[in-house]
């Protein structure tokens, strides 16, 4: 993988090597304190390594971090197969043949057992289950069609270290009306609405803001800026197969900027605008030109929460939402690590999802489109 990124990052006392996929998420990392590197992945163990050794060539040997072995699993001998009684089957044929003697049977000692202890056993009591009993032993016949899929999803049984997911019916979607449909919001509905510049007399409301925009700035106005360039670049994922929502309102009045929903899979993207400005973004901190770096979370935004229990709510199958972040108008952008599930591009770097497949299928993909276009399905999440 010649095509993987080698970042040095001192802060906080460590002094490590960061080796990042082209679209910036880490894969590993080496420490020059500690002398270990670790890969986050253990597919790109060999790429992580390879890397550091060709873009650092002075790096010294360091040892790998490897997670401790645990006991080796007690070896299980496969069943013993079950031989019949041939020669009970025999005797009983041979028996059966006209002018057949029977030889008597060798006498058998009885062996006295040990003595043991009498162990009082309870005994099962009959499970009443409705008006009919089940004896032990036996299993009822479930009483109605829910109980019966309880049973076989039950029966089914589950994978160790995960939760039990049952499969239940989607809950029914109201229609769609011309008031409901999203798909006729535009980038920064929200922010257009407190700008006033929606309705009558927008046009002359935009023409007098631009004019006093130098004396007078509003930090909305740029923010609104950033969502009308993010939205120019998702509509240039449509071309292959993409759909895309804009200002999505949710239930705690805030909004989701832009909902992606596409073959590789459902994007929650919110923007950053900052004109003119060097970000370095990484480790939960956030740095803006030569400034001190601010703690700054990325995995803790609520849109891509609202947006799968909104979305699966009302479709039959799981639907991932990933958290996106853009950066717009910003000079140099340097990410040096992201938290799983979320992603930092430039505006510019958007086109790096159109490639993604192998998470919805084009039914899928339309499905959820109908549902999240859907304003009434917000409220429930």
Same mark, same amino acid.
């Given at each position: 993988?010649?095509?993987?990124?080698?970042?040095?990052?001192?802060?906080?006392?460590?002094?490590?090597?960061?080796?990042?996929?082209?679209?910036?998420?880490?894969?590993?990392?080496?420490?020059?304190?500690?002398?270990?590197?670790?890969?986050?992945?253990?597919?790109?163990?060999?790429?992580?390594?390879?890397?550091?050794?060709r873009?650092?060539?002075?790096?010294?040997?360091?040892?790998?971090?490897?997670?401790?072995?645990?006991?080796?699993?007690?070896?299980?001998?496969?069943?013993?197969?079950?031989?019949?009684?041939?020669?009970?089957?025999?005797?009983?044929?041979?028996?059966?043949?006209?002018?057949?003697?029977?030889?008597?049977?060798?006498?058998?000692?009885?062996v006295?057992?040990?003595?043991?202890?009498?162990?009082?056993?309870?005994?099962?009591?009959?499970?009443?289950? +409705? $008006?009919?009993? /089940?004896? !032990? @032993?036996?299993? *009822?016949?479930?009483?109605?069609?829910? &109980?019966?899929?309880? =049973?076989?999803? +039950? $029966?089914?049984? /589950?994978? !160790? @270290?995960?939760? *039990?997911?049952?499969?239940?019916?989607? &809950?029914?979607?109201? =229609?769609?009306?011309? $008031?409901?449909?999203?798909?006729?919001?535009?980038?920064?509905?929200?922010?257009?609405?407190?700008?006033?510049?929606?309705?009558?007399?927008?046009?002359?409301?935009?023409?007098?803001?631009?004019?006093?925009?130098?004396?007078?700035?509003?930090?909305?106005?740029?923010?609104?800026?950033?969502?009308?360039?993010?939205g120019?670049?998702?509509?240039?994922?449509?071309?292959?197969g993409?759909?895309?929502?804009?200002?999505?309102?949710?239930?705690?009045?805030?909004?989701i900027?832009?909902?992606?929903?596409?073959?590789?899979?459902?994007?929650?993207?919110?923007?950053?605008?900052?004109?003119?400005?060097?970000?370095?973004?990484g480790?939960?901190?956030?740095?803006?030109d030569?400034?001190?770096?601010?703690?700054?979370?990325?995995?803790?935004?609520?849109?891509?929460?609202?947006?799968?229990?909104?979305?699966?709510?009302?479709?039959?199958?799981?639907?991932?939402?990933?958290?996106?972040?853009?950066?717009?108008?910003?000079?140099?952008?340097?990410?040096?690590?992201?938290?799983?599930?979320?992603?930092?591009?430039?505006?510019?770097?958007?086109?790096?999802?159109?490639?993604?497949?192998?998470?919805?299928?084009?039914?899928?993909?339309?499905?959820?489109y109908?549902?999240?276009?859907?304003?009434?399905?917000?409220?429930?999440?």
């Open positions: 993988m010649q095509d993987l990124k080698v970042t040095s990052w001192q802060l906080f006392g460590h002094d490590r090597l960061y080796v990042n996929l082209p679209d910036g998420t880490a894969i590993g990392w080496a420490d020059r304190g500690s002398g270990t590197i670790t890969v986050l992945h253990p597919r790109y163990r060999d790429a992580v390594t390879d890397a550091l050794a873009q650092v060539p002075d790096l010294p040997a360091l040892v790998g971090e490897e997670a401790p072995a645990g006991p080796p699993a007690p070896r299980v001998p496969p069943p013993v197969p079950k031989i019949p009684p041939m020669r009970g089957m025999r005797k009983r044929r041979a028996a059966q043949e006209p002018g057949h003697v029977q030889e008597p049977e060798a006498a058998v000692v009885p006295p057992a040990p003595a043991v202890e009498p162990i009082a056993v309870p005994v099962p009591q009959p499970v009443v289950t +409705g $008006a009919s009993v /089940t004896e !032990p @032993g036996s299993v *009822a016949a479930p009483a109605t069609e829910e &109980a019966a899929e309880r =049973a076989s999803e +039950g $029966a089914a049984g /589950t994978l !160790p @270290g995960k939760t *039990a997911e049952r499969r239940r019916r989607p &809950a029914v979607l109201p =229609a769609l009306t011309p $008031a409901s449909d999203l798909a006729s919001r535009r980038p920064g509905a929200g922010l257009r609405t407190q700008l006033g510049e929606t309705g009558a007399g927008a046009l002359v409301r935009v023409a007098t803001g631009a004019l006093r925009r130098n004396k007078d700035p509003d930090a909305r106005r740029g923010a609104l800026t950033g969502e009308r360039r993010v120019a670049e998702l509509k240039r994922l449509t071309r292959h993409w759909r895309v929502l804009h200002s999505v309102p949710l239930p705690d009045g805030t909004e900027g832009h909902l992606l929903i596409g073959p590789g899979g459902v994007f929650a993207v919110s923007t950053e605008h900052r004109p003119g400005a060097s970000v370095s973004i480790d939960g901190t956030l740095r803006i030569d400034g001190t770096p601010q703690p700054y979370e990325l995995d803790g935004r609520p849109g891509a929460r609202w947006a799968r229990a909104a979305l699966e709510a009302y479709c039959a199958f799981d639907v991932p939402v990933q958290s996106v972040l853009v950066f717009t108008g910003v000079t140099a952008l340097e990410v040096v690590s992201t938290p799983a599930g979320v992603r930092v591009y430039g505006e510019r770097q958007l086109a790096a999802l159109a490639p993604l497949t192998g998470v919805l299928t084009a039914t899928q993909v339309e499905r959820v109908d549902v999240a276009r859907n304003a009434e399905a917000w409220p429930a999440a």
